[in-house]
């Protein structure tokens, strides 16, 4: 199967296929499971300790969720960005697209209205 | 099946065909796997939606119980692994499909299912107590995204866990046919992404959710 890189027409595959040896491919999820257990482990931990900067825990967080998704795309579905891969990476890329746009926008409007327009109540209090 | 496409792209090769303009169809698996990687970018855009509203809702608790009081760390992490595990077993289910063994396909699709259905039963347990407490998804804003964001990924791994002894079932009875190899190759994105959209469920439900 390894003799598919010296074609000059790679063939697409299917997001989830994998090309290699077994022993290759075991070794793949391996090293996906010890990367997400050591990530997962991690943001736990700095969700619950003193020893960390307090106002830098929830970007923390976050940037180790974005680096665990990237471990499973990777190493679980197998997502690569080689030439046969392409059509696979380029639905993942407008996909993304959308799902910021849609978290985003709503944190930004929704922000923004909290911010320009406050309930009636707080709002009487604000032109008393 | 990839082995045909490399057969296919070989022969045209040969045959000093390869430039030219169209190769054929695509197999039928590389259409299958990528029109279900479409559904599952599409299910993410739906969870992105419960995750906005989740985040757009987390301060209003109206005067509930807020996620820092409500969580219990301990029990999330224990489902984060048991989600973890199963989706690497369901990873050694792949291998052993492609290699054509029924034993050890039988064995990790037997262990992805029971570690499913072990993250199943804390969530429901979760849920249970949290609705005894009066903390029920009708109590405030906040826990109403809360339970449509958690239920929604619960009722994803209930209906995968349907499909896992679909699967088992019918690798039983019919074998390593095609057919079932296409089944079972949307059934493996399908377990991997749902481990993906709980990465983001217990990194912004409940670690963020729970500081705030």
């Known amino acids: ?128 | 099946m990839v082995a045909t496409a490399i057969a296919h792209g070989h022969d045209l090769n040969l045959l000093g065909l390869a430039d030219t303009e169209h190769e054929g169809p695509a197999p039928k698996r590389i259409v299958t796997g990528y029109g279900f990687w479409i559904f599952l970018l599409s299910d993410m855009v739906m969870f992105s939606c419960f995750f906005a509203a989740y985040a757009v809702l987390l301060g209003q608790t109206a005067g509930g119980p807020s996620g820092a009081e409500l969580f219990n760390l301990r029990s999330v992490a224990v489902e984060t692994t048991c989600l973890l595990l199963s989706s690497f077993a369901c990873g050694m289910a792949s291998i052993a499909a492609e290699v054509h063994s029924h034993l050890w396909f039988q064995i990790a699709m037997a262990v992805t299912c029971v570690l499913g259905l072990a993250f199943l039963a804390i969530e429901f347990h979760e849920f249970a107590d949290l609705v005894a407490r009066g903390a029920g998804p009708s109590r405030s804003a906040f826990l109403s995204a809360f339970f449509t964001l958690v239920g929604c990924h619960g009722m994803h791994v209930s209906a995968g866990t349907l499909w896992l002894l679909t699967m088992m079932a019918q690798v039983f009875a019919k074998g390593f046919r095609a057919d079932i190899q296409r089944r079972f190759l949307c059934f493996a994105l399908f377990w991997h992404a749902l481990d993906i959209i709980w990465v983001a469920v217990f990194s912004v439900v409940y670690l963020l959710g729970s500081a705030v």
């Open chain 1, 1 to 128: 199967m390894s003799d598919v890189h010296g074609l000059p027409h790679q063939p697409d595959v299917a997001p989830g296929d994998e090309v290699g040896s077994i022993r290759l491919h075991v070794l793949g999820y391996l090293i996906g499971l010890g990367l997400a257990l050591v990530l997962t482990a991690t943001s736990f931990f700095v969700a619950s300790t003193d020893l960390v900067w307090q106002p830098s825990i929830p970007v923390a967080i976050v940037v180790l969720a974005i680096a665990q998704m990237g471990v499973h795309v990777v190493f679980f579905l197998h997502i690569t960005t080689g030439p046969d891969n392409t059509n696979n990476v380029m639905a993942l890329a407008f996909g993304l697209l959308i799902v910021f746009l849609v978290i985003g926008g709503s944190l930004w409007i929704m922000s923004n209205l909290n911010q320009n327009m406050p309930p009636m109540d707080q709002l009487m209090l604000m032109q008393r």
